[in-house]
């Protein structure tokens, strides 16, 4: 009986451990149009990513870069009631992207943060 019940705590730490293990989650991508070229030579990405910690906490952050995986460039970590929200459109110009939330604010990345491999 005991047995079980230790059996029992060490399932519940490992089902919880897992269901809380830290994740990210991307919710919003664009990419530079092929008519918008930078000194670098590399095609950019922006990502919106959702990311969630062991302790159930809640972050987002946006990346704007050449990695199309977005796991390096420019990252900015956003408000949750901006991220939440979403974006509504992305601008790429050669000076940068410019980001729409849906909340209505707006957020430009100049092109010198993110071309180069930063």
Do not use: C, Q
């Not at 399932?11 to 000194?39: D, F, I, N």
């Not at 460039?73 to 408000?79: E, F, P, R, S, Y």
């Not at 909340?103 to 491999?117: D, I, N, S």
């Amino acid at each position: 009986m005991l047995l079980g019940a230790v059996l029992g705590a060490a399932l519940t730490a490992v089902l919880l451990t897992v269901l809380w293990w830290p994740r990210s989650e991307v919710v919003h991508r664009s990419g530079a149009p092929p008519s918008v070229t930078y000194k670098d030579g590399s095609r950019h990405h922006l990502g919106l990513v959702r990311e969630h910690s062991l302790s159930g906490r809640e972050s987002w952050r946006l990346v704007v870069g050449r990695d199309p995986r977005l796991a390096y460039g420019h990252m900015l970590d956003v408000d949750a009631s901006l991220g939440a929200g979403g974006i509504e459109s992305t601008e790429w110009t050669t000076a940068g992207v410019r980001i729409r939330f849906t909340a209505g604010h707006e957020l430009f990345v100049p092109a010198r943060l993110f071309t180069y491999g930063r």
